[in-house]
Nanobody
Framework: QVQLVESGGGLVQPGGSLRLSCAAS????????MGWYRRAPGKQRELVAV???????NYAGSVKGRFTISRDNAKNTVYLQMTSLKPEDTAVYYC???????????????WGQGTQVTVSS
């Protein structure tokens, strides 16, 4: 079994900042990519940012320059620092990992439960 514990969501005013965390534990041999996705009301889930085990990052164009993804490999934890938040950033944010359970096994996908981020005055 794998567990993803997300934290850090909440209500913030436009222009404010939040930091999301996602800690992975359980039957994990290694984690390839860790990322954050979001689903806004009435919209499909979309990629926000992803980071590989080697530290390469990729961002959605709408958050580039405002959000920063990072990870602590020793803690199997990924962070999303969000600054200059806008109302359109309001969404449920989901943590995702691509991992393998043991050496030589297939790459698996796992999602967190989601954490609400609301940007409103």
């Amino acid at each position: 079994q794998v567990q993803l514990v997300e934290s850090g969501g909440g209500l913030v005013q436009p222009g404010g900042s939040l930091r999301l965390s996602c800690a992975a534990s359980g039957s994990i041999f290694s984690i390839n990519a860790m990322g954050w996705y979001r689903r806004a009301p009435g919209k499909q889930r979309e990629l926000v940012a992803v980071i590989t085990s080697g530290g390469r990052t990729n961002y959605a164009g709408s958050v580039k320059g405002r959000f920063t993804i990072s990870r602590d490999n020793a803690k199997n934890t990924v962070y999303l620092q969000m600054t200059s938040l806008k109302p359109e950033d309001t969404a449920v944010y989901y943590c995702n990992i691509k991992y393998i359970r043991y050496s030589g096994s297939v790459l698996r996908d796992y999602w967190g439960q989601g954490t609400q981020v609301t940007v409103s005055s």
